[in-house]
């Protein structure tokens, strides 16, 4: 009796390999494509809490928040780089500020999505935002 040795794979066991592939893929892809959008908001996240340090550090050594189209300015000296611009939403890669010039110091900054600036900055009081609208991810931050 003699016994052929095969060369090759076959049409069946191709298909069970890529079949095998295809569940691993399936379950795999949504972890690794969510990553990249956390990542994304941490980034933003970490952003927005250097510059809200650095705004402070300003008042403290000067006694005043940054005036008014000054922000990014003002920081240079308190940041290590270039003033960032946020990673998520509508105002993401753009790092000007728009400035909210309602003079009442009990209420926080308001965004304007209308007007340009990935940053919302407050003069009278300090706050800062993410200048994005309301239901955008980090409106709350």
């Not at 927005?48 to 000067?62: H, Q």
């Amino acid at each position: 009796m003699k016994h052929h040795l095969r060369k090759g794979v076959s049409l069946i066991e191709m298909v069970i390999v890529i079949l095998i592939l295809g569940i691993i893929a399936a379950v795999a892809a949504p972890r690794m494509l969510g990553t990249a959008t956390t990542a994304e908001q941490n980034t933003t996240r970490q952003q927005l809490a250097v510059l809200r340090n650095a705004i402070e550090m300003y008042r403290a050594r000067s006694g005043i928040y940054p005036p008014i189209n000054s922000l990014p300015e003002a920081m240079s000296a308190m940041l290590n780089g270039p003033f960032p611009a946020p990673s998520i939403g509508s105002a993401r890669d753009d790092a000007a500020v728009y400035y909210d010039n309602d003079m009442d110091t009990t209420t926080a900054v308001t965004p304007d999505v209308a007007s340009p600036g990935g940053w919302a900055y407050k003069p009278v009081n300090g706050s800062l935002k993410i200048n994005v609208g309301v239901g955008e991810v980090g409106c709350e931050w």
